[in-house]
């Protein structure tokens, strides 16, 4: 258990739906984010947010939009994704200027 | 943005020490070393995080050379749960727009 929690844990969508990954940290850190991991492939940082402001956005396609209302909890909004975008989706947490995040244990995405 | 290297895979057996190396050549003068450790299906799990010489904590001790250019993260007496993949991380300490996680290490613990 690390302080961060994200539901639902597995997600299944077909392309034309609109769905919303929640997750919420318990920890009081100030900064959240979202990372991707596809099969074999190594994490891939999606969007920074510090202190409710989006500090980083790595080139994500438009069908992910994020939001975080506060600095507790961070949602990730999707809307007809493709099949490619099935993966595990991690939200993570850190408290300031620091290398050390506390990471959900994700939510696995399957696009049909 | 540093670029790190490491081996791919590794085989080890219960008991013994673990070295895992990290290159990162291209490291810059406020760049920490970070390592994670990730188990199947769930989220990679902070080890250490060193700047320079040795580190040390309960579960792993990190070693620097004084040039920086590589790393080695030591892990004492493994045990099959220690079976995961072990990622090395070079950046700066700014809220992780650097984190950039490579393929990692897999660590496999043989009985």
């Known amino acids: 258990e690390t302080g961060v929690t994200q539901t639902p844990r597995h997600l299944v969508m077909g392309m034309t739906n609109k769905k919303s990954l929640k997750c919420e940290q318990h920890?009081?850190?100030?900064?959240m984010y979202w990372y991707k991991q596809s099969a074999k492939k190594p994490l891939e940082l999606m969007f920074v947010?510090?202190?409710?402001?989006?500090?980083e956005n790595n080139s994500v396609p438009s069908r992910f939009s994020p939001e975080c209302p506060n600095s507790s909890h961070l949602f990730l909004h999707l809307h007809t994704l493709q099949p490619e975008d099935s993966a595990l989706y991690l939200c993570?947490?850190?408290?300031?200027?620091?290398?050390?995040?506390?990471f959900g244990p994700g939510t696995r995405l399957t696009v049909l | 943005l540093a670029k790190t290297t490491q081996p791919i895979s590794m085989d080890s057996y219960e008991g013994q020490e673990v070295n895992i190396t990290c290159s990162h050549n291209?490291?810059?003068?406020?760049?920490?070393i970070t390592w994670y450790q990730q188990f199947p299906s769930q989220g990679p799990r902070f080890i250490i995080q060193?700047?320079?010489t040795k580190v040390t904590n309960e579960v792993a001790s990190l070693f620097i050379p004084a040039d920086r250019k590589s790393s080695t993260l030591s892990l004492p007496r493994v045990s099959l749960s220690d079976t995961a993949v072990y990622y090395c991380?070079?950046?700066?300490?700014?809220?992780?727009?650097?984190?950039?996680f490579g393929p990692g290490t897999r660590l496999s613990v043989l009985p």
């Open positions: 993570a947490s850190s408290q300031d200027q620091t290398n050390e995040q506390f």
């Open positions: 920890l009081g850190h100030n900064a």
């Open positions: 947010y510090s202190l409710e402001e989006r500090v």
């Open positions: 291209n490291i810059a003068t406020n760049d920490y």
């Open positions: 060193g700047y320079k």
């Open positions: 991380l070079v950046g700066e300490t700014n809220y992780g727009q650097n984190f950039v």
